[in-house]
C-alpha cells in the first residue's frame, strides 16, 4: 500500500501545484466546487446535471431550481461555508452540524432533522425495506453518542499522514451514520475539509464523487468489508487509488484550462478600446461559463449595450455561442470550457441501498 499512498501524495500535490500557478485560482476552483457536488448528490440519487445548474445560476429571473437542483446548489453552499469556517472553527461536531444544516435547508429531507444528530435508529438495506432486512445497522443513539466523541477526538489526531487520516475520517463517519439523511454527502464533504485542514490542498479543485461514481457498488462494498470484516487495507487502497486517479485528471485539466486561457486572451487582447472589457469577461467565464446578457452586465457593472457587444463579439469569436435558439432570454456558453468538464446529465438508477429509519423514506445510501 505504501507505493500507492506515494503516488496518491505526488498526484496530490502536482494538483496544487499547478492550481497555485493558475492567474485566478478561485475563479478555476468555483468549477470544480460544483462538478464534485453534483457528483456527489448524484452517488445519493439525484437527478441533476453540471449544466442544469449552470443553467439555473444563469437565468435572469430568481426561479426556484427543480429539488434536484437546489440540493446541488445547498451542497455547493455547505462547501463554501465549511471551508469559510475552517478559518475561524476547527474541524469539529459543531461544524458537522452546521454543514448538515446547510446541505438539507429548504430541501427534500429538511423534516429530518437538520443540523441535529439523529435520536432514532435508522439502518441501511434495500429501498423502503423494514430493519430486519438491513444490510447494515449504525449504532443505536446512545452508543452512537459515544463514537461521535470518538471521531471527534480522531479529527484532531495529526499523527497518521493526511490521506490515510481522510480515508479512516470517511469510513468511521459512515459507519456511525449519525443522521437520518445526507451522511453520504456530509461524509464526502469531510473528506474535503480535512485535507484542506491538514493544508494538503490550498483549494479544493479534487472532485473524488467522480471516482466514487464511477465505482460506486465498489465504494459501497468496501466501507462494508471494513464494518463487517475490518478489512481497512483494501478501503484505502481503493481509497489512494481514486485520489490518484481524479488528481492527475484535474491536474490535465488545470493544465488545459490555462492553455484555453491564454489562447482566448491572445484573441481578445487585439481588440482595441474593447479589449479591456473583453478580457474581463472572459475571466469571468471561467466562474460562471453560461451566462445571459444581464448576468453579464451584472457581473461586469457596465450598461446592457456594452454587455451585448461583449457577447455579440465573443460569438464572432467563437468562445460564445447561443445554446436556446431564442429571440428573447438568450443564453450563451463558453463551450470550449465546459467541454472539459465530465457532465452526466443523470445519476446512474439500480438497486442501490438506502438509509432509513423511523422518521420517514431517504434516498439511496446516504
Known amino acids: 500500500m505504501s507505493a500507492i499512498h506515494s503516488e496518491a501524495d505526488r498526484a496530490l500535490g502536482r494538483l496544487d501545484g499547478v492550481i497555485g500557478i493558475l492567474p485566478n485560482p478561485d475563479l478555476f476552483v468555483a468549477m470544480y466546487v460544483r462538478q464534485e457536488a453534483v457528483l456527489s ?9 453540471l449544466s442544469d445548474v449552470l443553467e439555473y445560476e444563469a437565468a435572469d429571473d430568481d426561479l426556484e431550481g ?4 437546489a440540493e446541488v446548489v445547498n451542497y455547493v453552499a455547505a462547501m463554501h461555508h465549511g ?37 432514532s435508529q435508522n439502518w441501511i438495506g434495500p429501498q423502503n425495506a423494514p430493519l430486519r432486512d438491513a444490510v447494515f445497522i449504525p449504532p443505536p443513539p446512545h452508543e452512537m453518542r459515544a463514537a461521535l466523541g470518538e471521531l471527534e477526538s480522531f479529527l484532531h489526531d495529526e499523527r497518521l499522514p493526511p490521506l490515510i487520516h481522510a480515508a479512516l ?40 464523487s467522480h471516482y466514487l461514481k464511477r465505482h460506486r457498488q465498489e465504494y459501497y462494498d468496501r466501507l462494508q468489508a471494513v464494518r463487517l470484516d475490518g478489512r481497512w487495507e483494501e478501503w484505502l487502497t481503493f481509497f489512494l487509488r481514486g485520489v490518484s486517479e481524479v488528481a492527475t485528471e484535474a491536474n490535465e485539466t488545470a493544465r488545459r484550462i490555462l492553455a484555453l486561457r491564454e489562447e482566448h486572451r491572445s484573441a481578445l487582447t487585439g481588440q482595441g478600446k474593447a479589449s479591456g472589457n473583453l478580457l474581463l469577461a472572459l475571466d469571468a467565464l471561467f466562474e460562471r ?62 438497486d442501490d441501498l438506502q438509509s432509513t429509519g423511523s422518521a420517514t423514506d431517504a434516498r439511496p445510501g446516504d
Open 83 to 119: 471551508l469559510a469556517r475552517l478559518t475561524e472553527l476547527s474541524l469539529s461536531l459543531r461544524l458537522i452540524r452546521e454543514i448538515h444544516e446547510r446541505l438539507l435547508s429548504d430541501v427534500r429531507g429538511q423534516e429530518r432533522q437538520p443540523g441535529e444528530f439523529r435520536s
Open 289 to 350: 461559463p453560461i451566462v445571459t446578457v444581464n448576468k453579464l452586465k451584472d457581473q461586469l457593472g457596465v450598461t446592457f449595450a456594452t454587455a451585448n457587444k461583449i457577447v455579440e463579439r465573443m460569438e464572432e469569436l467563437a468562445i460564445l455561442r447561443e445554446t436556446t435558439g431564442n429571440a428573447r432570454n438568450r443564453r450563451f456558453s463558453y463551450v470550449p470550457y465546459l467541454a472539459m468538464f465530465h457532465d452526466d446529465k443523470t445519476a446512474d438508477t439500480g
Open 169 to 208: 475520517v470517511h469510513a468511521q463517519f459512515e459507519t456511525i451514520h449519525p443522521f437520518l439523511d445526507g451522511n453520504g454527502r456530509v461524509g464526502r464533504l469531510l473528506i474535503t475539509f480535512l485535507l484542506c485542514h491538514r493544508g494538503v490542498l490550498s483549494k479544493p479543485p479534487l472532485y473524488l
Open 66 to 69: 427543480t429539488g434536484d437542483v
Open 41 to 49: 448528490s448524484q452517488i445519493e440519487g439525484t437527478q441533476a446535471s
